[in-house]
Nanobody, 115 residues
């Protein structure tokens, strides 16, 4: 059974940094991509960053501030978040796609940025 477990969320002041991590277990053949989504209060979940075979993707709202990194051997993916702003406050979800195009989700981790 595949499981994704996030860690590293918390409270940070505006302008600060936070690193969140995701560890996957139970995968046999590896993921084609691993991603970070976030869900702001009252809004739909949105893709923040994704890393697969090519150049990592970033939403325009985080480009230049966030960096996604992946360790394929360990099946982990991190999101380094710099210059955080209150509008980045959200629940951040790790996700991953396997070779059958099945989409897995973590349970989410809360990131709160105070002004």
């Amino acid at each position: 059974q595949v499981q994704l477990v996030e860690s590293g969320g918390g409270l940070v002041q505006a302008g600060g940094s936070l690193r969140i991590s995701c560890a996957a277990s139970g995968i046999i053949f590896g993921f084609t991509s691993m991603d970070w989504y976030r869900q702001l209060p009252g809004q739909e979940r949105e893709l923040v960053a994704s890393v697969g075979a090519g150049t990592p993707y970033y939403d325009h709202s985080v480009k230049g501030r966030f960096t996604i990194s992946r360790d394929m051997r360990k099946n982990t993916v991190d999101l380094q978040m710099n210059s955080l702003q209150p509008e980045d406050t959200a629940v951040y979800y790790c996700s991953a796609w396997d070779r059958s195009n099945y989409h897995y989700w973590g349970q989410g981790t809360q990131v709160t940025v105070s002004s």
